[in-house]
Structure formats: structure tokens, C-alpha cells
């Protein structure tokens, strides 16, 4: 394991619960409903993808200019929550300590936006991180590979020596297909098991040796009694 890749929303901090009132309330303004299905759809997707799921929801013609308005406005809206303060999912600073005490080196992968990602950075602390990749910068965000394979390409790493840690399908689907071993830590959807997969119901008690024998585990690579 050569470096962790980092999801953010719903991963290390528990704003998913504040993009749930985010996109209640551009549901609100843009006349509809938001309903938990809908909701789910759209955990841990770019905006691009989700602008594309709430205006096929909601039966609003596609124009691309006010979709683009609709996600500066939800991202404005979330950007508001964060700067009362993120929670930490539980056990995720304690990893981020222990891993930044070991110098191992790590990335923030996300498909925030930079601008909203900043604001997250504030609360979460910037400097345990070498690289950071946002939704914005690469040609595709997730569920498409393009974020981790920038993240590891950062770090001057192959993908495969990079433990990504996600909690949303969509996440998951991003760093299986660059290639990266995943831990996933689900936390408002469900996300299905594979073979380059490891499921833990928390971050809570896990430590630098835990995460380099999931990794090894399944990768075959290092010692899988870490």
C-alpha cells in the first residue's frame, strides 16, 4: 500500500445529511419533490449527473444553461451548511492521525466541486493531504475512473498500490474501474461487494496495519498478516 485515496462526503465527514437539505431545498425551489429514491440516486454523484437526474425527475426541459444555474445555486446552498462546521464520520480523523503519523501519503478524491471542496477543506484540515482532485477537474467524475486515476497519477503511484475508502456506489464504481483496491464504508446506500472490495461497517478502531493487510488481501501484494 503505497498510498490511501480518500473519498470526502459520507466518508471522512457526515455532510451527506446536509446535501440531504441541500437538495430538499432546490427541490423546493424548483417546484417538485425530492423523494428518498431520487435522493439515492444521486449520493456521491458529480453535478453533471445529478443536475441530469433531478431535471428528468422533475419533467424540466434539459437546457443546459439552467442546469448549470441549478447546481451553482445547490452548491452555494451546501457551501453555506459547511461553513457552520463538518462532523467527522466516526473513527475517519483518528485513521487520518494515524496515517499521517506512518508518512504515508494521501490524496482527497472527490466529486465536490474546488470551491465547495475549499470551504470542506477548512473544517477537515488540508495538510493531511498530498494531492486533492475535485469533480471540476478531470473530464468525467465519478462513477467514471478519471478522479482516481488523476489521484494516483499525483502521487506518482499505479493505481493498484492506492487503497481508495468510499461509502457510495458510485464512489466504489469509480475506484474499481482506475483500478484501485477499495474499502467501502457504507453510509446512506448500500454498495454491492466485488472482488477488489472489502466491506467494514466503520472506520471506528481501525489503524494503519488494518488498512495495509485489506490491502494486501486484495491485491496479493505485501504481507497479508500486517
Not at 91 to 102: F, I, K, P, T
Not at 105 to 126: K, Q
Not at 153 to 175: F, Y
Not at 208 to 217: E, I, M, P, Q, S
Request: hydrophobic share 45%.
Amino acid at each position: 500500500m503505497g498510498a490511501v485515496l480518500w473519498d470526502m462526503d459520507g466518508t471522512l465527514v457526515d455532510s451527506e445529511k446536509l446535501w440531504d437539505v441541500s437538495m430538499e431545498a432546490l427541490y423546493t425551489r424548483l417546484g417538485g419533490v425530492l423523494t428518498p429514491e431520487v435522493r439515492a440516486a444521486t449520493v456521491g454523484g458529480c453535478a453533471a449527473d445529478t443536475m441530469r437526474i433531478v431535471y428528468t425527475d422533475l419533467d424540466l426541459e434539459p437546457d443546459p444553461a439552467a442546469m448549470a444555474a441549478s447546481a451553482d445555486w445547490l452548491h452555494s446552498y451546501t457551501g453555506e451548511l459547511f461553513a457552520a462546521g463538518l462532523p467527522w464520520c466516526d473513527g475517519a480523523r483518528e485513521l487520518l492521525d494515524s496515517l499521517a503519523a506512518q508518512s504515508v501519503p494521501m490524496a482527497l478524491v472527490t466529486n465536490t466541486p474546488r470551491a465547495l471542496a475549499e470551504r470542506a477543506l477548512d473544517s477537515i484540515g488540508r495538510h493531511y493531504f498530498a494531492a486533492v482532485v475535485c469533480g471540476d477537474e478531470v473530464p468525467r467524475g465519478k462513477p467514471a475512473p478519471d478522479p482516481y486515476r488523476r489521484a494516483a497519477a499525483l502521487l506518482a503511484l499505479p493505481p493498484q498500490r492506492c487503497l481508495a475508502i468510499e461509502d457510495s456506489v458510485t464512489g466504489a464504481a469509480a475506484a474499481d474501474a482506475a483500478g484501485c483496491p477499495v474499502l467501502v464504508v457504507p453510509n446512506q446506500v448500500e454498495v454491492p461487494d466485488g472482488p477488489r472490495r472489502h466491506r467494514v461497517a466503520s472506520l471506528a478502531g481501525l489503524d494503519v496495519a488494518d488498512l495495509r493487510a485489506t490491502h494486501a488481501g486484495l491485491t496479493g501484494i505485501g504481507d497479508r498478516t500486517a
